[in-house]
C-alpha cells in the first residue's frame, strides 16, 4: 500500500523560501509519477508540479515555473519541493498525490489522474 507524508510547511514572508517534502512508501513501480497539489478553501485543487520518478522529467504549472523545483531522493523515497519567491498567492494545503501506473487519459495537472494522496502541509505567505 502507498503511503504519502508530507512535512515542511509553514509561515513565511512574501520573497522567502521553503522545501516541501513527501515521504512516499510502497511506491515501487518505476513508472510512478508523484505530483504536488495546492488548495485554499473554496477553490479546487492545483495543480504545481509533477515528476516522472524513472525518467526525472518535470511539469510545472505556469504560476510557479522558474519560482518551484520538484525533485527527489530515490534512496529515501522522498520528493521534495522547493519553493522560492514565494508570493501570498502561494498560500494553501499542499498535497502530494502518487500514480503508480499513468493514464494517458488525463492531462498531469488533472487530480483525478492520482490514485493516491496525502493530507498535505500548510503553506500561509504573509505579505
Known amino acids: 500500500q502507498v503511503q504519502l507524508v508530507e512535512s515542511g510547511g509553514g509561515p513565511v514572508q512574501a520573497g522567502g523560501s521553503l522545501r516541501l517534502s513527501c515521504a512516499a512508501s510502497?511506491?515501487?513501480?518505476?513508472?510512478?509519477?508523484v505530483a504536488w497539489f495546492r488548495q485554499t478553501p473554496g477553490k479546487a485543487r492545483e495543480a504545481v508540479a509533477r515528476l516522472f520518478l524513472s525518467e526525472g522529467t518535470t511539469d510545472y504549472a505556469d504560476s510557479v515555473k522558474d519560482r518551484f523545483t520538484i525533485s527527489q531522493d530515490a534512496d529515501k523515497k522522498v520528493i521534495y519541493l522547493q519553493m522560492n519567491s514565494l508570493v501570498p498567492e502561494d498560500t494553501g494545503m499542499y498535497y502530494c498525490?502518487?500514480?503508480?501506473?499513468?493514464?494517458?487519459?488525463?492531462?498531469?495537472?488533472?487530480?483525478?489522474?492520482?490514485?493516491?494522496w496525502g493530507r498535505g502541509t500548510q503553506v500561509t505567505v504573509s505579505s
Open positions: 510502497g511506491l515501487t513501480n518505476i513508472r510512478a509519477r
Open positions: 498525490a502518487a500514480a503508480r501506473i499513468w493514464d494517458w487519459g488525463y492531462f498531469w495537472n488533472e487530480a483525478a489522474a492520482y490514485e493516491f
